[in-house]
């Protein structure tokens, strides 16, 4: 995400900025803006940010926001994409500055809120006009296995070769298709970054990064609450409907492993210990990218209780 998404553009519209690992507090924290800007006079609305909250087959697994927390506050992009549908993050940052430029037009304040920084980072900063893969390209390089991948992408964009893993096969099929597609590599695309509305908002950020050892003990908790309150379910609604094991959907954390406890492949005292430990590894990833990728003016909060007059002080004088 740039620097230029920081508190330098006075006068233009507010947008708070919410984000953090999973079970950090950040759907409460949300609301409890809202709810304290309605107060106010100003109305307010929640946009999600979470890739796994897009999903409408996904109440239970992805923690979406009941009704009753929700306090009568307005939330968009929950459970807006049917889970036979990719959501990618263009197709995201899309309908979110409709939205974003919907709630400005009458004067209120959009709160988006999640744990998905290629989300946040497509919304402010753009994304690379990538022109659509010409289909004999994606072919054959969908073809190859990882090694002849990654050995083609050393000769054809060395650069982008050696930034990554030789194992990152999603990567290396990427890159090596769009070098093959356009006649120009990845970086080049990504230099030209487009739609991002970054410039155009005045950012109210705040990541929380709660005590790990905190973080990952609601992990635990929270998936064990989910399978007693109806995930198992939720995952065989998905099954009966028969989606390509490939979409995101299919693979969301708690997904695989409910599946394979409903096909008796696992016992449930597994399914749980292989859905927390997921849990806690996404959230350890979320964790580390929160602390490094946002420019360094948004605030850090490294607390489990979060004070919010001290955390959007501006926002609320304003």
């Not at 999973?22 to 809202?34: C, E």
């Not at 970054?198 to 990952?216: E, F, K, Q």
């Not at 609450?225 to 954390?253: F, S």
Request: glycine share 8%; with cysteine; proline share 7%.
């Amino acid at each position: 995400m740039s620097t230029s998404a920081s508190f330098d553009s006075a006068g233009r519209p507010p947008l708070a900025l919410i984000a953090g690992p999973t079970a950090s507090g950040k759907s409460d924290l949300a609301v409890q803006l809202a709810v304290a800007l309605e107060r106010q006079g100003r109305r307010a609305v929640v946009i999600n940010a979470d890739s796994a909250q897009v999903y409408a087959d996904l109440t239970i697994l992805s923690a979406r926001t009941t009704p009753e927390d929700m306090h009568g506050i307005e939330h968009r992009l929950f459970g807006a994409w049917d889970g036979a549908t990719a959501c990618s993050a263009a197709d995201w940052a899309q309908r979110a500055r409709e939205e974003i430029e919907a709630i400005h037009a009458t004067g209120g304040v959009p709160i988006v809120v999640g744990g998905t920084g290629l989300y946040l980072r497509t919304l402010l900063d753009g994304i690379a006009p990538v022109p659509p893969i010409a289909p004999a390209v994606r072919e054959t390089v969908r073809a190859l296995d990882v090694v002849a991948a990654h050995a083609a992408l050393r000769v054809e964009d060395p650069e982008r070769a050696r930034a990554l893993a030789p194992a990152d096969s999603a990567r290396i099929f990427r890159a090596l298709e769009v070098v093959r597609s356009t006649s120009k590599p990845l970086s080049a695309w990504q230099a030209e970054r487009v739609g991002g509305i970054g410039s155009r908002v005045t950012p109210h950020p705040a990541i929380l990064l709660p005590p790990r050892d905190w973080l990952y003990d609601r992990c635990d908790r929270r998936f064990a609450a989910m399978l007693d309150n109806g995930a198992e379910a939720e995952v065989a609604a998905l099954l009966e409907r028969g989606l390509d094991p490939a979409l995101p959907v299919m693979r969301a954390i708690g997904v695989p492993e409910i599946a394979a406890l409903l096909g008796r492949e696992i016992g449930r005292d597994e399914a749980l210990s292989r859905g927390a430990q997921a849990t806690r590894n996404y959230a350890k990833r979320q964790y580390t990218w929160f602390r490094r990728q946002p420019p360094e003016t948004w605030p850090r909060f490294e607390r489990n209780n979060f004070n919010l007059g001290d955390i959007f002080a501006s926002l609320l004088r304003s």
